[in-house]
Nanobody, 120 residues
Framework: QVQLVESGGGYVQAGGSLKLSCKASGRIFSINAMGWYRQAPGKQRELVATISTGDNTNYADSVKGRFTISRDNAKDTVYLQMNSLKPEDTGDYYC??????????????WGQGTQVTVSS
């Protein structure tokens, strides 16, 4: 089994910053792509940012220049630094990772979500 555990969500005023963390654990052979998605109330889940094993990054247009995704492979952890937060960034943020387990089976895993609320 593989687990993803997020932390770092919370309540912040517009213009503020938060940093999310997501640590993978369990029967891991290797971790491939990692990323963050979010879901606002009444809306579908959307991609926020992804990062490859080679540290290639991809961002949603709405967060470019404000959010930074990074990873620490030694700690099996992905981060999302969120600056200049806006009320429209409010939502539940989910960590995603494509993981190959020790049986050499690759699958997609999700964290339980962490809530981010940005007040105006």
């Amino acid at each position: 089994q593989v687990q993803l555990v997020e932390s770092g969500g919370g309540y912040v005023q517009a213009g503020g910053s938060l940093k999310l963390s997501c640590k993978a654990s369990g029967r891991i052979f290797s971790i491939n792509a990692m990323g963050w998605y979010r879901q606002a109330p009444g809306k579908q889940r959307e991609l926020v940012a992804t990062i490859s094993t080679g540290d290639n990054t991809n961002y949603a247009d709405s967060v470019k220049g404000r959010f930074t995704i990074s990873r620490d492979n030694a700690k099996d952890t992905v981060y999302l630094q969120m600056n200049s937060l806006k009320p429209e960034d409010t939502g539940d943020y989910y960590c995603h990772s494509r993981v190959t387990n020790i049986a050499r089976i690759t699958g997609d895993y999700w964290g339980q979500g962490t809530q981010v609320t940005v007040s105006s």
